[in-house]
T-cell receptor, first 115, second 119 residues
């Protein structure tokens, strides 16, 4: 079953603008991860934020996590045409070293960045 | 970083035949591997989780006899779609996870996916 729900489902912006994508989930988590998928390709891990963290940065990416609201946001600053892809949030409910952890993906957001 | 190789990238098969998809961790030991299915413009749905040397754990609604998973070594897991039908056409993606503290560690590394078309 799906855990995360992203919004918007589709986002179209101009190159140079910032893109903000949101994800909500239902159960307690160990960490939340964001992935990128180019059409017909595998997933690329972007960033992981643990349940005890509130904000994390990686290059042009900024992710926030609000466990009280069970929500996360991914911000891509100064977007580029090459950022065009689908973005998924995924929640990991297992313990750090637990064998039972697995990722549950949201529905995904299609981001189009116009040159 | 950790690399997972998935083959083939595309396969077309006739209805009723079986297809095997391989997922290899190239530079780390994958104690756990995951198989996902993705329909066009949809999310990834977990099909099963396999630990090396033991039987796979299937998600609810996934037919064990149709989707055979073998995780015989720490670097290889295979998914066999048996007696494939057109409705099995989909994008299948594997993911591998190693031991914390080792290369590949706790993170999930994904293969590039296999596009299966059953005609």
């Amino acid at each position: 079953s799906q855990q995360g729900e992203e919004d918007p489902q589709a986002l179209s912006i101009q190159e140079g603008e910032n893109a903000t994508m949101n994800c909500s989930y239902k159960t307690s988590i160990n960490n939340l991860q964001w992935y990128r998928q180019n059409s017909g390709r595998g997933l690329v891990h972007l960033i992981l934020i643990r349940s005890n963290e509130r904000e994390k940065h990686s290059g042009r990416l900024r992710v926030t996590l609000d466990t009280s609201k069970k929500s996360s946001s991914l911000l891509i600053t100064a977007s580029r045409a090459a950022d065009t892809a689908s973005y998924f949030c995924a929640t990991d409910t297992g313990f750090h070293t637990g064998a039972n952890s697995k990722l549950t993906f949201g529905k995904g957001i299609t981001l189009s960045v116009r040159p | 970083g950790a690399v997972v190789s998935q083959h083939p990238s595309r396969v077309i098969c006739k209805s009723g035949t079986s297809v095997k998809i391989e997922c290899r961790s190239l530079d780390f030991q994958a104690t756990t591997m995951f198989w996902y299915r993705q329909f066009p413009k949809q999310s990834l749905m977990l099909m099963a989780t396999s630990n090396e040397g033991s039987k796979a754990t299937y998600e609810q609604g996934v037919e064990k006899d149709k989707f055979l998973i073998n995780h015989a070594s720490l670097t290889l897991s295979t998914l066999t779609v048996t007696s494939a039908h057109p409705e099995d056409s989909s994008f299948y993606i594997c993911s591998a996870r190693g031991d914390p503290g080792k290369k590949g560690g706790y993170g999930y590394t994904f293969g590039s996916g296999t596009r299966l078309t059953v005609v």
